[in-house]
């Protein structure tokens, strides 16, 4: 099966429900669609809170948010992303603080991390580039480490 680039893929009812959430005039939030989404999340993995958002953009700003970021911390993250990782963090005062990324693929070197930690470090932004997941048992053992957030 081929699945076009940048094309809708509708394989099933996903047009009924466009109509559907269109017809109840909650097509951004708080409606059926939402609440579905919200109760798979809390069943099918245990959260006790699901924030759903438009965009990744809006998930960095709502993550730096609910972290407390704010002026004087630091943030690491890696030097290769889009500009809302950064973005999400200056806009509540941090400094981005960029770590070098692996030779084979664009994600966050994990060794580069730990010179980077400094008392006005807060967090370590992973971002899985493409698909391709980063070193996570390393990053969270630093974070352990140093008491930081993820």
Known sequence: MRIPYNKPFIIGKELEYIRQAVES???SGD???????????????GFKKVLLT???TDALEMAAILMDIGPGDEVI??????VSTANAFVLRGAQVVFADC???RPNIAAAS???LITG????????HYAGMSCDMDRILELAGKYGLLV
């Open 77 to 82: 993250m890696p030097s290769y992303t889009f």
């Open 54 to 56: 438009t965009s990744c």
């Open 25 to 27: 005039g909650k097509i």
């Open 120 to 127: 006005r470090t807060k967090a370590i932004v992973a971002v």
């Open 31 to 45: 409606g059926d669609f939402t609440k579905k989404c919200h109760d798979f999340f809390k069943r099918t993995y």
């Open 102 to 104: 692996e030779p084979e």
């Open 113 to 115: 991390l730990e010179p």
